[in-house]
């Protein structure tokens, strides 16, 4: 049955995972699977009207408008869901997370307060740290990415690689490098992982290891311009001169790719 469903074509998938007696939130959640956020928020819109009480409804609805790119619109459906779910979980989390996209750092600290208090899962400690990164409050970050990583880490974001960074800011390029070397011989390391490492080993004239590093940055994401860069800066102070020349001008062409 799975292989039949597997060859079907995808406006028949579609139609029939929208079957007719599905309720508006089924119709909704399946719309939003399918990536059709505007289907979606009709649907979940409905769905809310018919049971305003719902916390799951509203929360699918906050996110069908964050995944139309309506980060302000989402504010109101993912605070009542915030309010409405009990305990608060993954609603007061997201709500958080489309405060910090919209830079309301503060409202977004509460958010996650609120998160936190049923849910001290990894994520959320993660993305409360750097919410605190971004409110300047360096302490407190420390102490929220310490926390996610002491909880494990997690896929695709690695608390040790944003703990690590916020190390090599602090200058503490010893315990930065520490850090990131764990992140970077994990079986699920991010090419992140390895140009952050490059770009300790770097500050600390480790120069042949950073380059290494670097090298495998670039070969994970070679689009990532900052790899590029970089890695362009460690050949350069190698004397290797060629091959510093050719990562500058991929560097600069991936910068020129992203430009708007």
């Known amino acids: 049955m799975m292989g039949t469903m597997a060859r079907l074509p995808f406006t028949l998938l579609l139609a029939v995972s929208l079957a007719p007696g599905q309720s508006a939130i089924e119709r909704g959640q399946a719309h939003l699977a399918a990536g059709r956020p505007a289907d979606a928020e009709l649907e979940l819109a409905r769905a809310v009207e018919q049971s305003p009480a719902d916390a799951e409804g509203w929360r699918l609805l906050g996110l069908a408008r964050i995944s139309a790119n309506r980060l302000p619109q989402a504010e109101s459906a993912l605070s ?81 690689v944003d703990l690590g960074a916020f190390l090599f800011r602090q200058g503490r390029l010893p315990d930065a490098a520490s850090v990131l070397a764990q992140a970077a011989q994990s079986n699920t390391a991010s090419p992140r992982a390895y140009l952050e490492l490059g770009r300790v080993l770097l500050q600390q004239g480790k120069l042949k290891p950073a380059a290494q590093h670097l090298e495998e940055a670039v070969r994970r994401n070679p689009a990532d311009p900052n790899a590029h860069l970089l890695l362009a800066r460690a050949y350069q102070r190698l004397g290797r001169d060629a091959d510093a020349a050719r990562e500058l001008r991929l560097g600069e062409l991936e910068f020129r790719r992203k430009q708007p």
């Open 80 to 160: 009542r869901a915030c309010t409405l779910e009990k305990p608060p979980v993954d609603s007061c989390y997201y709500l958080a997370r489309n405060r910090h996209a919209l830079a309301q750092y503060e409202p977004a600290r509460q958010a996650f307060d609120l998160a936190l208090s049923a849910t001290p899962s990894a994520r959320v400690h993660r993305a409360a740290g750097l919410n605190y990164l971004a409110l300047g409050r360096d302490a407190d970050a420390e102490r929220h990415l310490r926390l996610a990583v002491a909880l494990g880490p997690s896929v695709p974001d690695d608390s040790r």
